[in-house]
């Protein structure tokens, strides 16, 4: 994991959020985007990594496990972010 804190940053919108009324609904679809590709990411290395394990790729599965753990980890992160960006509003 070369960047653990760049892929999981959510954009910043100070104190009215992306969600609010007041955010507007071109900020609330730039969320949604970045949100989903930000859990889409983690996600496609995670069903990489499973699928090489079920056809048997890797001889070191620690690695292949530590690097899976790395990436539910990431997301979450993000997950805790989301959460506490909704607490905030």
Do not use: W
Not at 43 to 62: F, R
Not at 65 to 89: P, S, Y
């Amino acid at each position: 994991m070369k960047h653990p804190d760049r892929a999981t940053r959510l954009p910043e919108y100070g104190s009215k959020g992306p969600l609010s009324e007041e955010g507007g609904e071109a900020k609330k679809a730039q969320f949604l985007a970045t949100l989903s590709h930000q859990l889409r990411t983690p996600l496609s290395v995670i069903k990489l990594y499973v699928e090489a394990l079920q056809d048997g790729m890797y001889d070191n599965t620690d690695e292949a496990f530590a690097r899976l753990d790395a990436k539910c980890r990431e997301i979450e992160q993000l997950m805790d972010e989301l959460l506490k960006e909704a607490k905030t509003k």
